[in-house]
């Protein structure tokens, strides 16, 4: 299996702030990579697929980028709505993994 | 747009078998692969296993010996069994479509709660 790890775990940011997350795939997955919202309650979102394409209906705010092993979410400046768990997941094969998850709240 | 549902029992007793329904609306089940997964509270989320509209499977092999998935194509639904349940099963299981050349969940349904307990 393709094992995902993200980091941080967490972090504590404001509104307005620069937030990047990283996700490590423990071989190269190309760019079968993507990137996922959760809020508590809900299900996941998806935000980014293929490394870097944005999801429709997805603010710009967001951006994803990297190949092979290593991927990046940046979101650009933190909006309120925007606290919330956020999973990589690759897709290059059988079984699907995701990362740990990265939580991002208030500071 | 596609909406997703699942359905089945909130309350399974150990060593029996989870079986859930996720019904497709709003567009056809056919040309796409369907997921169950599941997130333990609190924790992240584990892909169970995947079904086509033509029945072909892949399962997680962690789970691959309890777990068999069918497809109902008239009724647009799509099942999960999972059998032999413990403690360890309760969880919240969601179903999802994946899509697109590069294979992504674009649409999921709300999930529902299952919980192992005698």
Known sequence: ?107 | QVQLQESGPGLVKPSETLSLTCTVSGGSITSYYWSWIRQPAGKGLEWIGRIYASGSTNYNPSLKSRVTMSVDTSKNQFSLNLTSVTAADTAVYYCAREAGASRYFDCWGQGTQVTVSS
């Not at chain 1, 290593?70 to 909006?79: A, G, H, V």
Request: charged letters at 15%.
């Open chain 1, 1 to 107: 299996d393709i094992q995902m790890t993200q980091s941080p775990s967490s972090l504590s940011a404001s509104v307005g702030d620069r937030v990047t997350i990283t996700c490590r795939a423990s071989q190269s997955i190309s760019s079968y990579l993507n990137w996922y919202q959760q809020k508590p309650g809900e299900a996941p979102k998806l935000l980014i697929y293929a490394a870097s394409s944005l999801q429709s209906g997805v603010p710009s705010r967001f951006s994803g980028s990297g190949s092979g092993t290593d991927f990046t979410l940046t979101i650009s400046s933190l909006q309120p709505e925007d606290f919330a768990t956020y999973y990589c997941q690759h897709s290059y094969s059988t079984p699907r993994t995701f990362g740990q998850g990265t939580k991002v709240d208030i500071k």
